[in-house]
C-alpha cells in the first residue's frame, strides 16, 4: 500500500477535528485512515477535500479491535509521521496500536482498550479503589431487573462501548425493563460505527446524585501535566444528555483538589502514557468525586473550544506538542471563563425559528448555531447528536459565562406544529461534524 506523507495521522475522519487542525498544521499535513464503510457512508472522501491539512484518506481497519495489532502492522509508516490521534471514539484503539507500532508517544495499547470498554474501566477503577457506583454486567432485561430491585428501584443502563450518551437511560421503579433493554440494545450510529466493529456490551449501574464535572487531562509519560475542570448540567427524564457546559467549573478548593488526585489515581489504574484523558464524575454529597467514565480522546460537546477561550491558547496543539514528545507551553490558570448552552424545542414539525440574530448581538456571546429550520422535525432528544442546537458564550467569571448562555438560548424559539407528515430529519448531524 503506497502511503502519502504526512506529519500526523488520524484514525477515524472528525470533520470538527480536521477543521481544527487546518488552523495548526501546514497543507497536506493529516493522514485520515477510516473503515472502508464509513468512507463510502459519509462520502468521506468529498467532504474531507476543502481541508487544506488533509494529505489523505486511506481504508484501514480502524475499527477492529480485536485485530488492532496486525492492522497496525500492515500499515506503512507514513514519512515524516510525528504524531497519530483518534479522530472518533472508535479510533482510539487503532491509534494506540499505530503509535506503538511505530515507536510514538500514545495511550499506551492496554489504556486504550480499558477506556474503550467500560466494563474494563469499572474492574480497573475497582483495582485501585477509586469511588464509583456500584455496577454489574448486564446481558438481558433481566440483568437490569434484579440489579434495579437490589438498588432501592433505581438503576441506570448502558452500553459500554457507545458515545455521546447513546442508549443512557436513568430508570426509575415504574420504568417497562424489557422495552428499556430493547431501546438500548439496538442504539447504534450506523454512520459511524462499522457493522463489523467489536458487539454491543452492557453495564448497569447505581443511580448516584450530585453535580456532575467532567476533568480534561494532558499526560505525559504518565504524569498529568495539566488539568481543567468543567462544570455539566443534564436534561432531566430518562435521558441524561448533556444540556451545558462551563470552564472553569465554580468548586471549593478541597474538592477541586479531589478531583485532581482521582483523576491521577484513574491515570495510574490505567496505565494511560501520553495524550489526554476526559474523565467524566459525580460529585456525590456535593463533595466526593465517584467515576462515570473516562474517554482516551478530546472532548466533545465543543468543550475543547472552551478550554481555549478560558485558558488562552489551543489543547489541541498542546496535545500534538506532547504526542510529538516535545513539552508544551502550558497555562498556569484561567483568565476567563466560557459557556456552551444547547437548545431545546418542543417535539414537532418546524414553523419557524426566531431570535438568532438577536441572541448573536448579546455582548459575550461568540457562536449561535442553530440546526432546525422550517419544515424540519424536531424529536425527542435521547442522545448528543439530536441536540437542535447550541450558544458559546464567555465572561470574567463562570456565572456571568452560563449565564451569557442562558439569555441567548432564551432569546431563540424554535416554534412547531404536532404535523410531523413531510417533516424532514433536523438536529445537530451525524456527530462527527
Same mark, same amino acid.
Given at each position: 500500500?503506497?502511503?502519502?506523507?504526512?506529519?500526523?495521522?488520524?484514525?477515524?475522519?472528525?470533520?470538527?477535528?480536521?477543521?481544527?487542525?487546518?488552523?495548526?498544521?501546514?497543507?497536506?499535513?493529516?493522514?485520515?485512515?477510516?473503515?472502508?464503510?464509513?468512507?463510502?457512508?459519509?462520502?468521506?472522501?468529498?467532504?474531507?477535500?476543502?481541508?487544506?491539512?488533509?494529505?489523505?484518506?486511506?481504508?484501514?481497519?480502524?475499527?477492529?479491535?480485536?485485530?488492532?495489532?496486525?492492522?497496525?502492522?500492515?500499515?506503512?509508516?507514513?514519512?515524516?509521521?510525528?504524531?497519530?490521534?483518534?479522530?472518533?471514539?472508535?479510533?482510539?484503539?487503532?491509534?494506540?496500536?499505530?503509535?506503538?507500532?511505530?515507536?510514538?508517544?500514545?495511550?499506551?495499547?492496554?489504556?486504550?482498550?480499558?477506556?474503550? %470498554?467500560?466494563? *474494563?474501566? $469499572?474492574? !480497573?477503577?475497582?483495582? =485501585?479503589?477509586?469511588?464509583? #457506583? @456500584?455496577? +454489574?454486567? /448486564?446481558?438481558?432485561?433481566? %440483568?437490569?431487573? *434484579?440489579? $434495579?430491585? !437490589?438498588?432501592?428501584? =433505581?438503576?441506570?443502563?448502558? #452500553? @459500554?462501548? +457507545?458515545? /455521546?450518551?447513546?442508549?443512557?437511560?436513568?430508570?426509575?421503579?415504574?420504568?417497562?425493563?424489557?422495552? =428499556?433493554?430493547?431501546?438500548?440494545?439496538?442504539?447504534?450510529?450506523?454512520?459511524?460505527?462499522?457493522?463489523?466493529?467489536?458487539?454491543?456490551?452492557?453495564?448497569?449501574?447505581?443511580?448516584?446524585?450530585?453535580?456532575?464535572?467532567?476533568?480534561?487531562?494532558?499526560?505525559?509519560?504518565?504524569?498529568?501535566?495539566?488539568?481543567?475542570?468543567?462544570?455539566?448540567?443534564?436534561?432531566?427524564?430518562?435521558?441524561?444528555?448533556?444540556?451545558?457546559?462551563?470552564?472553569?467549573?465554580?468548586?471549593?478548593?478541597?474538592?477541586?483538589?479531589?478531583?485532581?488526585?482521582?483523576?491521577?489515581?484513574?491515570?495510574?489504574?490505567?496505565?494511560?502514557?501520553?495524550?489526554?484523558?476526559?474523565?467524566?464524575?459525580?460529585?456525590?454529597?456535593?463533595?466526593?468525586?465517584?467515576?462515570?467514565?473516562?474517554?482516551?480522546?478530546?472532548?466533545?460537546?465543543?468543550?475543547?473550544?472552551?478550554?481555549?477561550?478560558?485558558?488562552?491558547?489551543?489543547?489541541?496543539?498542546?496535545?500534538?506538542?506532547?504526542?510529538?514528545?516535545?513539552?508544551?507551553?502550558?497555562?498556569?490558570?484561567?483568565?476567563?471563563?466560557?459557556?456552551?448552552?444547547?437548545?431545546?424545542?418542543?417535539?414537532?414539525?418546524?414553523?419557524?425559528?426566531?431570535?438568532?440574530?438577536?441572541?448573536?448581538?448579546?455582548?459575550?456571546?461568540?457562536?449561535?448555531?442553530?440546526?432546525?429550520?422550517?419544515?424540519?422535525?424536531?424529536?425527542?432528544?435521547?442522545?448528543?447528536?439530536?441536540?437542535?442546537?447550541?450558544?458559546?458564550?464567555?465572561?470574567?467569571?463562570?456565572?456571568?459565562?452560563?449565564?451569557?448562555?442562558?439569555?441567548?438560548?432564551?432569546?431563540?424559539?424554535?416554534?412547531?406544529?404536532?404535523?410531523?407528515?413531510?417533516?424532514?430529519?433536523?438536529?445537530?448531524?451525524?456527530?462527527?461534524?
Amino acid at each position: 500500500m503506497k502511503v502519502p506523507d504526512a506529519r500526523v495521522v488520524m484514525a477515524g475522519y472528525s470533520a470538527g477535528l480536521l477543521s481544527d487542525l487546518d488552523g495548526l498544521l501546514p497543507p497536506r499535513s493529516v493522514l485520515v485512515l477510516e473503515e472502508p464503510e464509513i468512507i463510502r457512508v459519509r462520502r468521506v472522501h468529498e467532504r474531507a477535500a476543502d481541508f487544506a491539512c488533509l494529505a489523505g484518506v486511506l481504508p484501514a481497519a480502524t475499527q477492529d479491535e480485536d485485530g488492532a495489532v496486525p492492522m497496525a502492522a500492515g500499515m506503512p509508516r507514513p514519512e515524516g509521521v510525528r504524531a497519530v490521534i483518534p479522530g472518533v471514539e472508535y479510533g482510539v484503539v487503532a491509534a494506540a496500536a499505530l503509535a506503538a507500532e511505530w515507536g510514538l508517544p500514545g495511550a499506551g495499547l492496554p489504556a486504550a482498550r480499558i477506556l474503550r %470498554d467500560k466494563l *474494563a474501566l $469499572r474492574d !480497573a477503577a475497582a483495582a =485501585a479503589d477509586i469511588p464509583q #457506583p @456500584a455496577w +454489574r454486567p /448486564a446481558y438481558g432485561a433481566g %440483568d437490569v431487573a *434484579a440489579f $434495579r430491585a !437490589a438498588h432501592g428501584g =433505581a438503576c441506570v443502563l448502558k #452500553p @459500554a462501548n +457507545r458515545q /455521546a450518551s447513546l442508549g443512557v437511560q436513568l430508570l426509575g421503579p415504574d420504568d417497562d425493563i424489557g422495552a =428499556a433493554w430493547a431501546r438500548t440494545a439496538t442504539a447504534d450510529e450506523p454512520t459511524l460505527r462499522a457493522a463489523h466493529a467489536i458487539p454491543g456490551r452492557y453495564l448497569v449501574e447505581q443511580r448516584l446524585t450530585g453535580p456532575e464535572v467532567s476533568v480534561e487531562t494532558l499526560v505525559r509519560e504518565g504524569v498529568p501535566v495539566f488539568f481543567n475542570i468543567t462544570a455539566k448540567s443534564v436534561q432531566p427524564g430518562r435521558h441524561p444528555v448533556e444540556l451545558g457546559h462551563v470552564v472553569p467549573a465554580d468548586l471549593p478548593s478541597q474538592t477541586g483538589d479531589a478531583l485532581h488526585a482521582a483523576m491521577s489515581s484513574l491515570i495510574k489504574a490505567t496505565g494511560f502514557e501520553c495524550g489526554i484523558l476526559h474523565g467524566e464524575w459525580i460529585l456525590v454529597d456535593g463533595v466526593s468525586p465517584h467515576l462515570v467514565e473516562c474517554a482516551g480522546r478530546g472532548p466533545g460537546d465543543s468543550i475543547d473550544t472552551l478550554i481555549d477561550l478560558a485558558h488562552g491558547g489551543s489543547l489541541l496543539e498542546r496535545m500534538l506538542t506532547l504526542l510529538q514528545g516535545e513539552t508544551p507551553a502550558l497555562p498556569q490558570a484561567p483568565v476567563r471563563a466560557a459557556a456552551i448552552r444547547f437548545l431545546t424545542a418542543p417535539h414537532g414539525r418546524v414553523r419557524e425559528v426566531t431570535g438568532t440574530e438577536r441572541a448573536a448581538e448579546l455582548p459575550g456571546v461568540l457562536e449561535v448555531r442553530v440546526a432546525v429550520a422550517k419544515d424540519g422535525n424536531v424529536a425527542a432528544v435521547t442522545n448528543s447528536w439530536e441536540r437542535p442546537g447550541h450558544v458559546v458564550a464567555t465572561g470574567a467569571t463562570a456565572q456571568e459565562a452560563a449565564e451569557t448562555a442562558e439569555r441567548a438560548v432564551a432569546a431563540i424559539a424554535v416554534t412547531v406544529t404536532d404535523d410531523v407528515e413531510g417533516a424532514t430529519d433536523a438536529g445537530t448531524g451525524d456527530g462527527a461534524e
